[in-house]
């Protein structure tokens, strides 16, 4: 059956390659995002999901033509690189406003609609590294943390109502994620340590899962009648730092940290 689903996100990069996969299947697919790609098979909203007004009013135009919102995915998301004591105040609120707050208000917005058809279901997308604090990528791994406890919490509050919701989080996909991060300025105790641990990221995700792949993966997961809190989607090199996380003292976890990111 065709659904109606709502991504964003989706100028480049993952969120474009869901919405082109599921457009092509035959859903009706809007894109929100603040720039338009050109695809024939999904339909962009110009929308900054930081302003709630902005969602609100691309929510309504849907909602003139569609009679249900089956699936929303918040994909929209930006990284962010530099050392903790180098991060200012207005980065860290700039991310943060993008990563959870947005997020948050796509829900906020569509689940009195999901409540009133009493149906829905919402993919957050979050990342592996919201499992550990990764170095010099802090507020990147707290700001999807933060929306992985938003996730826990409202299913809860919304599960009366049929309403599904969960994070994926996803390992490195290859994408130009790098080209958009907030990148601090890098002091000088940090300049070496830095330029090891970002020199990796970038080549992590240059030869990351395809995008497709994600695709693929999701659309198995909205198949799925009842979901977990949490799924967890990469290579395998990368999924397995989570369970060595919550089964590891925490010494040995950083020694081996510190050696995977060339920092030991």
């Known amino acids: 059956m065709n659904k109606t689903i709502i991504i964003t996100g989706t100028s480049s990069g993952i969120g474009f ?45 849907i909602l003139k033509t569609e009679n249900k919102i089956d699936v929303l995915i918040n994909n929209a998301g930006m990284g962010m690189t530099g050392a903790i004591e180098d991060s200012t105040k207005e980065e860290i609120l700039k ?26 279901k919402i993919i957050n997308i979050s990342s592996i590294g919201s499992e550990m604090g990764l170095p010099f990528r802090g507020f990147y791994s707290a700001s999807k943390s933060a929306l992985d406890k938003v996730t826990e ?61 994600v695709a693929v ?14 799924y967890y989607f990469g290579k395998f090199g990368q999924k397995i730092g989570v369970p060595l996380k919550w089964f590891l003292p925490q010494n040995v976890y950083e020694k081996l940290m510190k050696k995977y990111n060339k920092i030991d």
């Open 17 to 61: 390659a869901l919405a082109e996969y599921f457009g092509k299947k035959g859903h009706r697919v809007y894109g929100f995002s603040r720039k338009n790609p050109e695809s024939e098979f999904f339909k962009t909203i110009s929308t900054d999901i930081t302003d709630l007004s902005q969602i609100e009013l691309s929510v309504a135009e």
């Open 95 to 120: 991310l943060f406003s993008l990563n959870l707050v947005g997020a948050v208000q796509m829900m906020n917005v569509l689940i009195p609609k999901m409540r009133e058809q009493k149906f829905g």
């Open 153 to 213: 919490a409202i299913r809860y509050e919304i599960s009366a109502w049929n309403v599904q919701v969960c994070s994926l989080h996803l390992g490195d996909v290859k994408t130009n994620i790098a080209e958009n991060r907030i990148k601090t300025k890098v002091s000088e105790p940090y300049k070496l340590a830095f330029e090891k641990v970002h020199s990796l990221m970038n080549t992590h995700v240059n030869s990351g899962t395809e995008p497709l792949k």
């Open 217 to 230: 993966f999701i659309e198995k997961l909205l198949s799925r009648k009842k979901w977990k809190a949490h």
